[in-house]
């Protein structure tokens, strides 16, 4: 019978895929900086051109990039799938915007429920703080810093679901995800009683999540966007009437003159 050889692996192909695991993963984030070689070396236990031959192999695959004397970065474009003019023409169309809150229905809501299902405690406090921070900046009337509070917030919700793809997806809709949120914001604040309720049902959101209860967590987060949905489509209704209004007070001004 013949024995084939069993090939060790390169120590520089075991760190490649390491790293390539943590970035995947979310563990290194877009933009993130690299710890220096030499402490790479340390926690791998290995020799720094171990290290030097598996970064060189991931910046070929463009995962990462150097900055001439600043480091060497996880790749800031790494989840970058819409580009500034597509978020423009979308967010100049508020019909696209119904159809991104439908797509919103099925992330979210799958999110929560692998979050309440799978998430840590660390991924726990993490949900905390971001919905913390947008409470906070409630209260400054700060509608973009909001709503960039609350795509953190999503991001965090994500992370905690441990599913790489679905953390994918999201972060690619990230710009999209933000400009949604921000014009949404625009039109709820008319109503201080709708922006108290969305924040109830955020928090009820949250609560699901971090005391793992994935149905609840799912079903909340379902309610808080039809609940969304509904009051926008009201309130381009009023829009709506309100703009005929002014059309013939308009027209009646100018037949009396």
Known sequence: MAYQRIRQPKLSDVIEKELESLILEGTLSPGQKLPPERELAVKFDVSRP?????????????????????????????WQSFSEPLIELLADHPESQFDLLESRHALEGISAHYAALRGTEEDFQRIRSCHDEIQRLQQKGDLEAEARAVMQYLVAVTEAAHNVVLLHIVRSLAPLLEQNVLQNFELLYRRKDVVEKVSTHRAGIVEAIVSGEPEKARQASHAHLAY??????????????????????????DELE
């Open 228 to 253: 969304i949905e509904e009051t926008l489509l009201d309130l381009r209704r009023e829009e709506s009437r309100r703009e005929r209004s002014l059309r013939r007070i308009q027209q009646r001004k």
């Open 50 to 78: 171990s290290i030097r031959e598996a970064i060189q192999r991931l910046e070929a695959k463009k995962l990462l990039y150097r900055r001439q004397g600043g480091g060497t970065f996880v790749s800031d474009r790494l």
